[in-house]
């Protein structure tokens, strides 16, 4: 045997703490990727208009939509109508259209519009769409609702 002696390390050297650590550091960004990474079947959501913050009372008013027209162009997509309010009373009216596929339901795009109308008239509206795309296979829906002003 040699002159040499091995000094025998123990689990609080600085070597073992600095491994510890490190393994320690290691493992929570390990577990972490899995909440930076996307699902492969996450897709994009279009985040939603912003609503008004009142107490307001909405209600359906789809009868109050007339003359409903909805096409798609080069330039984009485009629904028009008129919003006729019976009410003595002005109305404020939301108007949301949605471009879905007919033979899925899956909604393309979408628009709104919120505008008030006076108390017994009517008043045109226009809801632009994103760009185009294929006309066919799919419809325009519309969703209306209302509240008094």
């Known amino acids: 045997m040699t002159g040499h002696t091995r000094k025998r390390r123990t689990r609080s050297s600085p070597r073992y703490v600095v491994l510890g650590a490190a393994a320690v550091a290691t493992a ?3 577990a972490g990727i899995g909440y930076l990474v996307p699902d492969p079947g996450d897709h994009p959501v279009k985040p939603a208009p ?4 009142s107490s307001a009372h909405w209600t359906g008013a789809a009868a ?3 003359e409903f027209r909805c096409s798609g162009t080069r330039a984009g997509w485009s629904a028009r109508g008129v919003l006729t309010n019976t009410d003595g ?3 404020s009216y939301r108007v949301s259209i949605s471009l879905a596929r007919r033979a899925t339901g899956e909604v393309v795009d979408s628009g709104e519009v919120t505008v008030v109308v006076d108390g017994r008239s009517s008043r045109p509206i226009t809801v632009d769409l994103g760009p185009a795309r294929s ?3 799919l419809d325009c829906v519309p969703n209306v609702t209302s509240t008094a002003s």
């Open 28 to 30: 929570a960004a390990v």
């Open 50 to 53: 912003e609503r008004p913050t």
């Open 64 to 66: 109050d939509l007339d």
């Open 89 to 91: 009373v002005d109305r």
């Open 135 to 137: 006309r066919k296979g």
